[in-house]
């Protein structure tokens, strides 16, 4: 699986982004997807989870009731609406899979496949 991240830039605070995350190969609907961030200085951090089948979406505690994850299988995509937005959240996001679907992790190192990365920036 390749993947690749868009949507980031620049917003302001209570501002909002739409990321997208386009994958290939024809077994895309079997992987739990996530999205992390990594901010300057720090280390990479989870964001959200989605299984294969959109059931179960898991979200960080600063990010819940403002982040939504979502997927289109058909489409090969996966989403993270992001609403007032803050200057923390500020940092490169990451889109990832996950072949074991049996399970819905929160550990970078448990993802195999990850996209290139989108700048976020929030300003205050």
């Known amino acids: 699986v390749q993947l690749q991240a868009s949507g980031g830039g620049l917003a302001q605070a209570g501002g909002s982004l739409r990321l997208s995350c386009a994958a290939s190969?024809?077994?895309?609907?079997?992987?739990?997807m996530g999205w992390f961030r990594q901010a300057p200085g720090k280390e990479r951090e989870f964001v959200a989870a989605?299984?294969?089948?959109?059931?179960?979406?898991t979200y960080t505690d600063s990010v819940k009731g403002r982040f939504t994850i979502s997927r289109d299988n058909a489409r090969n995509m996966v989403y993270l609406q992001m609403n007032s937005l803050k200057p923390e959240d500020t940092a490169v996001y990451y889109c990832?899979?996950?072949?074991?679907?049996?399970?819905?992790?929160?550990?970078?190192?448990?993802?195999?496949?990850w996209g290139q990365g989108t700048l976020v920036t929030v300003s205050s």
């Open positions: 190969g024809r077994t895309f609907s079997t992987y739990n």
């Open positions: 989605i299984t294969y089948g959109s059931a179960t979406p």
């Open positions: 990832a899979a996950d072949s074991r679907a049996y399970r819905i992790t929160t550990l970078a190192h448990a993802y195999d496949y």
